[in-house]
């Protein structure tokens, strides 16, 4: 895959979504507060057009971006249920110290836990790399199919992957979220003005949201499926 070439394109398909369509990216910042549509709208863009969807069809949409984050939920069982059986002895040693007479936390009762924390934290964070993995593939492999069970097709899923190759598809998915998390880290900062900087953020994320999809469908592509 070229890297280069691929965020290029990325980033030209995001400026052909906005540029000079300028009540598309007001609906666009809208739909970021009503996340199902803005899924929906991904789900659009998945599905491989080269020219950027219009903000039509709200209900379409919406019900598109409802299967997104149904199918997210599930993908991520895995990922909370290792994170609350790991956090539910903190929890509970810290109610018993609350409900009980002393008036400070004894932290030392605390210790034995932290190495079970531990793991499961690296457990949960190695279910979540897997799951990003799979996922990534699995929610376009739904959208180009309109079928949901199609997000739970391991099996073509992971021979589309092989078709991307292994080191490729991990390669180019770790060059994205370096680049979404330095972009999301500036949003942030921009937020944080006074009155105007969450109405900035509104229009920025879409952005965000939009470079990345069509990133993920570039790399999809490269199976030739």
Same mark, same amino acid.
């Given at each position: 895959m070229d890297y280069k070439n691929a965020l290029l394109d990325a980033a030209q398909f995001t400026h052909d979504t906005v540029w000079g369509y300028w009540k598309r990216w007001f609906i666009l910042a809208v739909w970021t507060i009503?996340?199902?549509?803005?899924? !929906?709208?991904?789900?659009?863009?998945?599905?491989?057009?080269?020219?950027? &969807?219009?903000?039509?069809?709200? %209900?379409?949409? @919406? =019900?598109? !971006?409802?299967?997104?984050?149904?199918?997210?939920?599930?993908?991520?069982? &895995?990922?909370?249920?290792?994170? %609350?059986?790991? @956090? =539910?002895p903190v929890f509970m040693e810290f109610i018993n110290q609350v409900t009980s007479e002393t008036t400070e936390l004894n932290f030392d009762a605390f210790l034995p836990l932290l190495m079970p924390v531990i793991g499961g934290i690296i457990v949960a964070i190695i279910l979540g790399i897997i799951v990003t993995l799979?996922?990534?593939?699995?929610?376009?492999?739904?959208a180009r199919t309109n079928r949901f069970l199609e997000v739970f097709n391991f099996s073509e899923i992971l021979k589309t992957i092989g078709k991307i190759g292994w080191g490729t598809y991990i390669i180019a998915l770790i060059i994205i979220y370096v680049i979404s998390f330095i972009l999301g880290m500036l949003i942030n900062l921009i937020i944080e003005a006074p009155y105007i900087g969450?109405?900035?953020?509104?229009?920025?994320?879409?952005?965000?949201?939009?470079?990345?999809?069509?990133?993920?469908?570039?790399?999809?592509?490269?199976?030739?499926?």
């Amino acid at each position: 895959m070229d890297y280069k070439n691929a965020l290029l394109d990325a980033a030209q398909f995001t400026h052909d979504t906005v540029w000079g369509y300028w009540k598309r990216w007001f609906i666009l910042a809208v739909w970021t507060i009503i996340f199902p549509l803005l899924g !929906g709208y991904v789900m659009d863009i998945f599905r491989g057009n080269s020219v950027p &969807p219009d903000c039509n069809d709200w %209900v379409r949409r @919406f =019900i598109d !971006g409802i299967k997104y984050l149904v199918a997210g939920l599930i993908y991520s069982i &895995p990922v909370i249920i290792v994170l %609350v059986i790991t @956090f =539910i002895p903190v929890f509970m040693e810290f109610i018993n110290q609350v409900t009980s007479e002393t008036t400070e936390l004894n932290f030392d009762a605390f210790l034995p836990l932290l190495m079970p924390v531990i793991g499961g934290i690296i457990v949960a964070i190695i279910l979540g790399i897997i799951v990003t993995l799979l996922f990534t593939i699995g929610i376009i492999r739904m959208a180009r199919t309109n079928r949901f069970l199609e997000v739970f097709n391991f099996s073509e899923i992971l021979k589309t992957i092989g078709k991307i190759g292994w080191g490729t598809y991990i390669i180019a998915l770790i060059i994205i979220y370096v680049i979404s998390f330095i972009l999301g880290m500036l949003i942030n900062l921009i937020i944080e003005a006074p009155y105007i900087g969450i109405i900035i953020a509104l229009f920025l994320w879409p952005l965000v949201t939009i470079f990345e999809s069509r990133y993920f469908t570039l790399l999809y592509e490269e199976s030739g499926e």
